[in-house]
């Protein structure tokens, strides 16, 4: 099932970075999305890794300068590519305070740019509403395949924020494309059963409805209504015995 | 694909290319790693660019200290 959305996005991803349209690597499309996969990580480290002391300098010399000048110079000058190589390379506290100053559409741009590895540390002291904010910017564009990079270095509350900006159809294209697999149970659980229920309704008129609860069993997770008996179950323990 | 191309690909790469790309022909990993080699140079263009374009930004006093961090 999810191989060849699997695949799609590694084309998309891999074309992205070496700034193609998808179809110009189409003939990608024989190979499993697994081997593209890595190909397209090896690019991205190369990439990030290429010109690593210049930017490295560039992050040095921006703890001279205020917050609101290196907001200034990522937007005007350095642009959404370059802001996205360096943001790992920053302070992460810095860089929240820069993020904090540019505009949500810049961040979305950057966003696509970004590797989350590398700004992990950045992504985790992001305000949850600010996360929110962005990936609702990036839902308006259907940019599921940049989110779908992200969920996996988002912390919960993170999570959640963007969840509820999020409709059904777009919290099922992201889970169909979501790099960290494993953190499929964890989006369940953070769905909660009628967000669920809404999600799967909402593959079932896409025609994805196979694909979503093959992705469901990969998370070991439960359909809605096992879901609602669990946390039942979980809130009867709970509550304080008289 | 010819041990040639895969050797270009791999030079641009600076990795050994996952296995299933041998079964690709040569013209498309010359593709990739033209594509590849390409993507750098232009990632160097732009950060030459950037960065000259930054400096103006910055303060004149501090114009010093931050020519020393960058040379």
Redesign the interface.
């Known amino acids: 099932m999810g191989e060849n959305i699997e695949l799609r996005a590694e084309i998309l991803k891999l074309a992205r970075l070496l700034g193609f349209q998808p179809e110009e690597v189409g003939y990608l499309s024989a190979l499993p999305g697994s081997e593209v996969r890595q190909l397209r990580e090896q690019v991205t480290e190369l990439l990030f890794d290429s010109h690593l002391g210049a930017l490295k300098r560039l992050a040095a010399a921006s703890r001279l300068l205020p917050v609101a000048l290196v907001a200034q110079m990522g937007e005007k000058a350095f642009g959404p590519l370059l802001s996205a190589r360096i943001t790992g390379l920053l302070d992460p506290d810095k860089a929240v305070d820069v993020a904090a100053r540019l505009p949500d559409a810049f961040l979305a741009d950057a966003a696509v740019e970004l590797d989350p590895r590398r700004a992990s540390a950045v992504l985790a002291r992001m305000p949850p509403e600010r996360i929110g904010a962005v990936s609702a910017e990036l839902a308006a564009r259907g940019e599921y395949v940049t989110m779908g990079r992200f969920v996996g270095h988002l912390p919960d509350e993170s999570i959640r924020a963007t969840l509820d900006v999020f409709g059904p159809a777009d919290t099922l294209q992201v889970a169909l494309v979501l790099e960290n697999k494993e953190r499929l149970g964890d989006l369940v659980e953070l769905l909660g059963p009628d967000r669920l229920e809404e999600m799967l309704a909402a593959a079932d008129s896409a025609g994805l409805g196979a694909e979503a609860r093959e992705l469901l069993e990969m998370a070991g997770a439960s359909g809605p209504s096992d879901l609602k008996r669990q946390r039942a179950g979980a809130r009867a323990r709970a509550r304080p015995q008289s | 694909m010819s041990e040639e191309d895969l050797r270009y690909l791999r030079e641009q ?3 050994e ?5 041998r ?2 022909p040569g013209a ?1 990993l010359r ?2 790693a033209d ?2 080699s ?3 140079r ?3 263009e ?2 030459q660019e ?2 000259d ?2 400096f ?4 004149r006093l ?1 114009r010093g ?2 020519k020393r ?2 040379s």
Do not use: F, K, M, S
């Not at chain 2, 290319?17 to 790309?21: K, N, Q, R, T």
């Not at chain 2, 103006?56 to 303060?59: C, G, I, K, L, S």
């Open positions: 790469l600076r990795a290319p996952p296995e299933a790309l079964a690709l498309h593709h990739l594509a590849i390409t993507a750098r232009r990632q160097a732009a950060l950037a960065g374009q930054a103006h930004y910055v303060p501090l200290p931050i961090i960058l």
